[in-house]
């Protein structure tokens, strides 16, 4: 099925460790987003990219890093992780966003 | 910089009955595009229903419509003869127009709504 696929789902992770998550979508997007969800901020934005081998600053940067080698996949990393980090991280892409995005199913990170 | 409010943490209605989720917003751009996202309890983002802010017509999808005043920056969601379906958290959404805007979407809070048999 066409769409937005993340991996992992869940994960725990230790205080200090690293991960990545990865985002995979099929529909030929130019666009894609990471996105952080927690408790009554809503959905903020923490990286994105405009094209293969473009990245850019959300409003939430910091602690992660992104890469766009392929225009089909755009990853998420964290290279040593917080407590402050546990959330649940949104993908999602787009052919031009006035028409909206494609949303993955979600990551739920916790960090202990 | 824009941002979005969601002034109902939560909302609850009857099977059926009509209910109103209210969104305003804050920018000085002139031309946009605003958004309803659907996260029901499997957590999936699904959009509900686009509105340009050129456009004054407001915008209408199956039992779904939006009030739009564009002067009081105001952008609800009526949602009518609702169904147990429509339980989920709904987030209002603010996209600026044009290419450098790179499609980047700022949320509100969200509102959670359920929808009572």
């Known amino acids: 099925n066409a769409g937005v696929t993340q991996t992992p789902k869940f994960r725990v992770l230790k205080t200090g460790q690293s991960m990545t998550l990865l985002c995979a979508q099929d529909?030929?997007?130019?666009?894609m987003y990471w996105y952080r969800q927690d408790p009554g901020m809503g959905l903020r934005l923490i990286h994105y990219?405009?094209?293969?081998?473009?990245?850019a600053k959300g409003e939430v940067p910091d602690g992660y890093n992104v890469s766009r080698l392929k225009k089909q996949n755009f990853l998420l990393g964290l290279e040593s992780a917080a407590p402050s980090q546990t959330s649940v991280y949104f993908c999602a892409s787009s052919y031009s966003g006035g028409y909206g995005y494609t949303f993955g199913s979600g990551t739920r990170l916790t960090v202990v | 910089a824009q941002t979005v409010t969601q002034s109902q943490p939560e909302m609850s209605v009857q099977e059926a009955e009509t209910v109103t989720l209210s969104c305003t917003y804050d920018?000085?751009?002139?031309?946009?595009?605003l958004f309803w996202y659907k996260q029901p309890p499997s957590r999936q983002m699904i959009l509900v229903i686009r509105?340009?802010?050129?456009?004054?017509q407001n915008a209408t999808e199956n039992r779904f419509s939006v009030n739009f005043q564009k002067a009081a920056k105001s952008f609800s969601l009526k949602i009518s003869d609702s169904q147990l379906g429509d339980t989920a958290m709904y987030f209002c959404a603010f996209m600026k127009a044009g290419g450098t805007s790179y499609g980047k979407l700022t949320f509100g809070q969200g509102t959670i709504l359920t929808v009572h048999p």
């Open positions: 509105q340009e802010a050129y456009k004054q």
């Open positions: 529909m030929n997007h130019e666009y």
């Open positions: 990219s405009v094209g293969e081998g473009t990245t």
């Open positions: 920018t000085s751009e002139n031309n946009y595009y």
